[in-house]
């Protein structure tokens, strides 16, 4: 057996380990290569930073835990950067297995930023439906949530004073990890009734949500722990994402290393087989 | 700085079951079976009580009992017309019920997926390929990195219409007609890339934040939870792998 031919049946859990050490090495010795803003995160970054005190900012944590290292972050630098900016909040989720998490995110933030439950942000939990949930929003948003996640009722709550429905909302943010996400917000929000939607989601998703992006039918994009990172740096608190950045960014080297290695060496052997086909013929 | 028993006690969860999870690229095992079976039950059974809790409790009984809601008494008749499935001779009944729900889910998705996935999608992309401006006249816009620009609408022309050309398998691909087909494969191939790339840097997040998740529990003020698990793991899979290694599987 050649060496071409050893190295491209190695053993898949050798792969495993160098990708394991090459994101650890970073985590444990961080370098800070820079990070690049995109225009789409500054987007959703500059509408929120435009935003006047006051005004009704709707965060849609569409996630569960599943996908909490892309989107965590995500939602805290957003939340951060809406309390900062003294906006009213009011986040939801129409995940009912994310309800737990985007409670804990929320009472988090607000308690960071000194906010008061009720009074400058509401967490209105989940509601059965999906989709039909924003439709319902965008009629009565008491109907869709008559109480808030703690039991306590939310008409008469001087965070939603001035709210009856989605129209009253001047910018939401749909974080989301599938579906309903930021499709779903646009299709049966934005669409409809006329309110600027922003939005953050995985990875995966975000190659998909790009024609949306170029449209004009959301007028930013965050996409992944990248997009995360970039909203960290753009708000100056630095957290989980940009500490992952090195990481990301070795483990791709190390990803295009091993594409690169294994094609010469499956040319190499492909051309020593069509020599020794010659030779025998 | 002292932490709760519960934060204590999440952290060694968290730390095991990742390592547990993790413990799969070795080799499929008990550990790993465990933490599977635990991640289902344990999300379906969250999934019951919230859905329990919010639908029954805070959406129908609270409404009834404490405002005398009566109406919400239609929608859960529906609702329950669907539990008829189960009864042989009364399970034509959830029809009405799986009528309604398609019927409303078609007419309120249809007209508006179209206006959002296809007309708008279709104005997009029919954009002018020069622009006129005011006092300048007719200009072209070469700016890759811009979206709007002359250039990036012709990519996106060609693009769309090969792609399009590639799926019409009424016209033999040959000729003039191969090349335009073949210039549809190369956009789709450049989509597959972007997407699998993404797909890449997501898979490597989820990674990233475990490992970020096993740094902190590593922390002497957890109880360092992963050092204790990572060696209870690796000791697991040392002691069922000379146990395979003994009693052989049979052929």
């Known amino acids: 057996m050649t060496f071409a031919e050893r190295m491209l049946r190695i053993d898949r859990r050798i792969i495993f380990l160098v990708i394991g050490l090459c994101t650890l090495f970073p985590l444990l010795f961080p370098v800070g290569l820079p990070i690049r803003i995109s225009s789409e995160v500054r987007g959703v970054f500059d509408y929120i930073d435009n935003l006047p005190e006051g005004s009704v900012f709707l965060l849609s944590l569409d996630f569960d835990p599943a996908s909490k290292p892309e989107l965590y972050p995500q939602a805290i630098a957003i939340l951060r950067h809406a309390f900062h900016k003294n906006v009213r909040v009011i986040a939801m989720t129409l995940w009912v297995s994310g309800t737990g998490l985007a409670d804990s995110i929320v009472s988090q933030t607000a308690k960071e930023a000194g906010k008061e439950n009720g009074k400058d942000y509401v967490f209105l939990g989940w509601s059965p439906g999906g989709s039909a949930v924003i439709l319902n929003m965008g009629q009565d948003l008491y ?139 | 700085m002292e932490l709760s028993f519960e934060v204590m006690l999440g952290g060694w969860i968290a730390t095991g079951l990742t390592l547990f999870i993790l413990s799969f690229l070795y080799e499929d095992n008990p550990l790993f079976k465990l933490a599977e079976h635990l991640y289902v039950g344990v999300s379906l059974g969250y999934t019951i009580v919230k859905t329990y809790d919010t639908v029954v409790m805070t959406l129908i009984l609270r409404p009834i009992l404490e405002k005398g809601e009566w109406s919400l008494l239609v929608p859960v008749v529906i609702g329950t017309l669907m539990l008829t499935r189960y009864v042989p001779k009364a399970a034509w009944l959830s029809r009405y019920a799986f009528a309604f729900i398609v019927g409303v889910g078609a007419g309120l998705a249809i007209p508006r997926t179209i206006s959002s996935f296809i007309l708008k999608q279709i104005e997009d992309t029919v954009r002018p390929l020069l622009t006129l401006v005011p006092g300048e006249g007719v200009t072209f816009t070469y700016s890759l990195l811009n979206p709007a620009s002359n250039l990036n609408g012709i990519i996106i022309l060609i693009g769309v219409v090969s792609v399009l050309f590639y799926f019409f398998f009424s016209v033999e691909h040959s000729g003039p007609g191969k090349m335009v087909a073949r210039a549809g494969i190369v956009f789709l191939m450049i989509s597959f890339g972007a997407a699998f790339g993404y797909t890449v840097m997501a898979r490597m997040s989820l990674l990233i934040g475990r490992l970020t998740d096993l740094i902190e529990f590593s922390d002497a003020s957890y109880g360092r939870p992963t050092l204790w698990l990572s060696l209870l793991t690796i000791g697991t899979l040392i002691w069922l792998s000379r146990r395979s290694g003994a009693h052989p599987p049979e052929r």
């Not at chain 1, 989601?201 to 007028?219: D, E, F, H, K, W």
């Not at chain 1, 791709?252 to 594409?259: D, F, K, N, T």
């Open chain 1, 143 to 281: 109907t869709a949530f008559p109480a808030d996640y703690g039991g306590k009722a939310t008409k008469g709550m001087p965070v939603l004073a001035g709210v009856q429905n989605l129209r009253d909302v001047t910018y939401a943010v749909s974080l989301g990890a599938g579906n309903p996400g930021v499709e779903a917000w646009y299709v049966f929000g934005k669409d409809k009734y006329k309110f600027e939607l922003g939005g953050g989601c995985t990875g995966v998703m975000a190659p998909g949500l790009y024609p949306l992006l170029r449209s004009g039918q959301i007028n930013g994009l965050i996409g992944g722990l990248r997009g995360a990172a970039e909203y960290e740096t753009l708000i100056g608190q630095k957290g989980k994402a940009v500490a992952g950045m090195d990481a990301q960014s070795a483990t791709h080297l190390a990803i295009i290393v091993l594409v690169a290695i294994c094609n010469v060496f499956y040319f190499t052997m492909r051309r020593q087989q069509r020599r020794q086909e010659r030779m025998g013929s």
